[in-house]
DNA sequence: ATTGACACCAAACAATCGTTTGTTTAATTT
DNA sequence: AAATTAAACAAACGATTGTTTGGTGTCAAT
């Protein structure tokens, strides 16, 4: 079995995920706006008008790298989940840790997601706003499963979680708390009262 | 005492205002990127050059939108801050009230902080950085006040809680909740605890 | 009446943007 | 070996970007 020519090496579709990886790096960072179709060709080692082999144009190149961020979020919090018979708490708490985590990686994918806006490319915002309910709904589903007080209402308290977590990316330094303890410092503010004796 | 020339009427200084309120919409509503110095002086009904005799560059013109809003959006928590005698606890949902209304407001001032990070005018970060901690810091006063269980980190607890309170301006839609309804139900959420009995 | 700052206009500037076009190289298929 | 296709290059396209320059009418003070 030293047949090492089945497994289809066709040399199609290698560059494209240099490509993709690329401006997901550069869009994680500058914004989209920001970032132009000569900054990514020039990290590919390619010319600008090369993209549009790929891709036909700047917003459906974002489109993609929001899919994918999609994808390996999902396949990220699939992975930490301990499923539907752990402790729904101790379930919330390993699905945030592994969703901070991920948004502050060197992995690029997940924080495009939440720097880029999907009205940042009209031409494309519709794929962008279902890909991130495909999202947000797999977070619902672990809330869904929380004994929660009567009157706490699950949407709000999503809505919140992920905004209070999405923000991380904007203030944490390198050096400061780890991603899994603010994770579940997080979790533990919701679960526990927050009010001493006053 | 009828002399109205003291008051220094000079017919200068007025448009400057103009501008810099239709700047706000723009960068509200597009982000900085995606607002062109055209489209501001179409609005205000001059011409592009024109905005270079009040401000020097788009990334001091954004720097001036932003601390106006820091501004109005501090007198806006002033006035309703019931102040250091009050409850604390009802003291943060007054104060998080009026933020919440304020960044969903039409008044665009507001918006613009929450949308435009400092990286986007990197000639005017620095500006925009100090700006948006002048802010911050009012809000953590508040929250000194509040009586915690022990081992909760204030700092955590600020960015966790604008960090949410700032991602209203994401999901929120026309006819949902108000915004009291929204910050009254978060504060309530970290006041009390969420967890029913499981 | 003259002056001088003020607040703009008119027109252009160089640079950069996303994208298109025609061509070329190298790998694969026939 | 010939034909085909994938994946790029090379070079430009028109449009738009933030900004600059020089002129102009208007108003307040002299």
Redesign the interface.
């Known amino acids: 079995m030293t047949n090492t020519a089945t497994q289809t090496p066709t040399r199609a579709n290698n560059r494209i995920g240099v490509v993709r990886d690329i401006a997901a790096e550069l869009f994680a960072e500058?914004?989209f706006?920001?970032t132009t179709m000569r900054d990514i060709a020039r990290r590919a080692g390619m010319l600008p008008g090369s993209i549009y082999y790929h891709f036909p144009s700047k917003a459906d190149l974002l489109a993609g790298v929001y899919e994918e961020g999609v994808s390996r979020l999902l396949a990220r919090i699939d992975a930490a989940d301990p499923g539907p018979r752990a402790e729904?708490?101790a379930r919330l708490e390993a699905v945030m840790t592994a969703h901070v985590e991920a948004i502050l990686d060197r992995s690029a994918y997940a924080r495009v997601m939440i720097r880029v806006?999907p009205?940042?490319a009209p031409g494309a915002a519709a794929r962008l706003i279902e890909a991130r309910d495909r999202y947000e709904a797999r977070i619902a589903e672990v809330i869904a499963r929380?004994?929660?007080?009567?009157g706490?209402?699950r949407r709000?308290?999503r809505?919140?979680?992920?905004?209070?977590?999405?923000?991380?990316q904007?203030?944490r330094r390198e050096g400061g708390?780890s991603p899994a303890e603010?994770a579940v410092?997080?979790v533990r503010?919701?679960?526990?009262?927050?009010?001493?004796?006053?």
Request: glycine residues 10%; charged residues 20%.
């Open positions: 500058k914004g706006h920001e729904p708490w806006l009205d940042a929380l004994p929660l007080a009567p706490i209402d709000l308290l809505l919140f979680l992920l905004g209070a977590a999405n923000h991380v904007v203030w708390r603010i410092a997080l503010l919701l679960r526990d009262p927050a009010r001493g004796h006053g």
